[in-house]
C-alpha cells in the first residue's frame, strides 16, 4: 500500500473539518473513500454528492462490501480523537487488521509528499491558513490547502490542484496533533494557554509549540508577542537565525503602516520581503485580521505572489465561515457571527467591533465551548466578556467532555464584572432576543451556536 495513496480508505468521523478535507484528497487521487459520521450535516452531504459513501450508524455490517472484501493490507483507516477507542468500528477494522492512524498521521504523511507551509496557533492559524491559501491561488502559485474553516471565497475546506508545489496547512496543537507534520516553512500566531486538558500546564503547551519549531526545516514566521516566549523553549540557536517576527507597526518588517478605517473597511501599507506595497483594502473586517494580513502575504511574496496580484488578493478576500461574518444587516441592527471560544479571540472580535460600530451598543451571545477550557480560564473569560455592553450567556457546550461538578454558565456569569447579563438557553434564545432592544449583536462560540444563526439573522432583518 502506496502512503501517498492508499487504495481503500475508510473515516471514523468523516464529517470532522479536518477529516473531511482529507478524505476529499483521496479521492481526489484515486483512492476509494468511505467512512462513517453520527449525524448527517451540509458538509456530510457534499462528499456524498461527491461519490463518498457515508453511514451514521456504527453498525459494522453497513462499511460498503468492496471495502469488507478487500485485504486488509489494501486498507487504511482514519480516525479522530473524537470518537471512543470503544467505537465497534474500530473493533471492526482492528480485529480485520487493517492499518489504523489518526488523522493528524495522515496529514504528516501527505506534508511530507511536497514542500509544506504549516500555519499554527492557538487562534489566528485557520484564518491566516485560508488567507495564505487563496493569497497562493489568486497569485498563480499552485497549491493544497487542508483547512480548518470553510472558505467563503470557494465554499470549501480544502483546495486540490494536480500540479500543486506547495501544500498550507492548518497545524493543530489539540492532541500535539501538530507534531506529526513535516513543515518546510511555518507561521505561528499566538499560544495562549488553551487545551490544558491535554497539556496539564500552559509550560507544557509552551514546550510542544518549540518543540514544533524544531521541525520547521526553513523560515519561521511567529507573531512578535510571542518570539521570546517561543525561542525560550527552542534550545537550536539555528531556530532562533530562522524565526522572523511580524506584528502591526513593528520596527522590523513584515508589518503594517498607516493602518485606518474608511467606509467600514481597514486599509494599510504593507512592508514585507524588501517593498512596500501602499494603501491596501482589506476585503474583511476586523483589526486582527489586518495582522492576519501582515503574516499571510508576508509568506506569499517570499514564494512569489507579485505585487499586483497580492493587493487584488487581499481585497478580494472574504475572509471563513464564522470568522467575524456578518450575517445580517438592517436600517439599525448589525449581527456577526464568529467562531471566538478562548479569551483572547473573544477580545480581538468584541475590539473589533467597536472599532467599526463606534459609540454604538454591542451584545454578545457567548456560548462557552469545553467544561475543562471555563473552569481552567474563568478569570480571562470574565475580563473578556466585560468588554461587551449587554451579555447572554448560553449553556456550556460539553463537546467530548462529561460535566465537571460546580462548572456552569451560571457559576462562570458571576466572574464577569459587569451589569447587563444573563444566562438563557438555546430554546429561549429567539424570545429574549426579540424583547430586546438590539444594535451590534455578535454570535460568539465553536459548539453548536451556530445553528442558532439562521434564526437569529431571520430576526434582525425583520422590518
Excluded at 22 to 45: H, K, M, Q, W
Excluded at 140 to 151: D, P, Q, R, T
Excluded at 223 to 248: D, F, G, K, P
Aim: charged share 25%.
Amino acid at each position: 500500500m502506496s502512503s501517498e495513496r492508499p487504495s481503500y480508505l475508510y473515516f471514523i468521523g468523516i464529517g470532522g473539518i479536518g477529516m473531511s478535507g482529507l478524505a476529499r484528497y483521496y479521492r481526489r487521487r484515486g483512492s476509494v473513500v468511505a467512512g462513517y459520521d453520527r449525524t448527517p450535516s451540509e458538509l456530510i452531504g457534499q462528499l456524498r454528492m461527491e461519490g463518498i459513501e457515508v453511514q451514521f450508524d456504527e453498525n459494522p455490517s453497513l462499511i460498503p462490501s468492496e471495502f469488507q472484501e478487500a485485504h486488509a493490507d489494501q486498507v487504511l483507516v482514519v480516525r479522530t480523537p473524537a470518537v471512543p477507542i470503544s467505537s465497534p468500528l474500530l473493533k471492526y477494522w482492528e480485529d480485520k487488521g487493517a492499518r489504523i492512524l489518526k488523522r493528524s498521521e495522515v496529514l504528516g504523511m501527505i506534508t511530507r509528499d511536497r514542500r509544506t507551509i504549516a500555519v499554527a496557533g492557538t487562534h489566528g492559524k485557520t484564518t491566516v491558513s485560508t488567507m495564505l491559501a487563496y493569497l497562493l491561488t489568486e497569485g498563480g502559485v499552485k497549491c493544497n490547502a487542508f483547512l480548518g474553516g470553510i472558505s467563503a471565497n470557494y465554499g470549501t475546506n480544502v483546495l486540490l490542484n494536480d500540479d500543486a508545489v506547495v501544500n498550507v496547512v492548518e497545524a493543530d496543537e489539540y492532541d500535539r496533533s501538530f507534531l506529526r507534520l513535516s513543515p518546510s516553512e511555518a507561521i505561528i500566531t499566538a499560544m495562549d494557554p488553551d487545551h490544558l486538558d491535554i497539556y496539564g500546564t500552559p509550560e507544557a503547551m509552551y514546550a510542544a509549540y518549540g518543540k514544533f519549531a524544531t521541525l520547521v526545516t526553513g523560515k519561521v514566521l511567529v507573531h512578535e508577542r510571542i518570539a521570546s516566549l517561543l525561542l525560550s523553549n527552542v534550545s537550536s540557536n539555528e531556530i532562533a537565525r530562522r524565526t522572523q517576527t511580524y506584528s502591526i507597526n513593528a520596527t522590523r518588517e513584515p508589518r503594517a503602516e498607516n493602518i485606518r478605517v474608511a467606509d467600514g473597511t481597514y486599509r494599510f501599507d504593507l512592508v514585507a520581503e524588501g517593498r512596500t506595497i501602499k494603501d491596501i483594502s482589506m476585503g474583511m473586517p476586523g483589526r486582527h485580521n489586518v495582522e492576519n494580513a501582515i503574516a499571510a502575504s508576508a509568506m506569499a511574496l517570499s514564494l512569489g505572489v507579485p505585487n499586483d496580484k497580492l493587493r487584488k488578493a487581499l481585497s478580494s478576500f472574504r475572509g471563513v465561515s464564522r470568522r467575524f461574518e456578518l450575517r445580517a444587516k438592517s436600517d439599525t441592527k448589525v449581527f456577526i457571527d464568529d467562531y471566538a471560544h478562548h479569551p483572547a479571540e473573544l477580545v480581538a472580535a468584541i475590539s473589533s467591533a467597536k472599532e467599526l460600530y463606534p459609540g454604538r451598543k454591542v451584545t454578545g451571545i457567548f456560548q462557552p465551548h469545553l467544561f475543562s477550557r471555563t473552569r481552567d480560564l474563568v478569570l480571562e473569560f470574565g475580563q473578556a466578556l466585560a468588554l461587551l455592553d449587554e451579555l447572554i450567556l448560553l449553556d456550556i457546550y460539553p463537546a467530548r467532555e462529561e460535566p465537571i461538578p460546580g462548572v456552569t454558565s451560571r457559576w462562570m456569569l458571576e466572574y464577569v464584572p459587569m451589569m447587563n447579563k444573563t444566562v438563557c438557553t438555546k430554546e429561549n434564545l429567539l424570545p429574549l432576543l426579540r424583547n430586546r432592544k438590539l444594535d451590534i449583536l455578535l454570535a460568539l462560540g465553536a459548539g453548536d451556536i451556530d445553528r442558532l444563526v439562521p434564526g437569529i439573522a431571520a430576526l434582525i432583518e425583520e422590518v
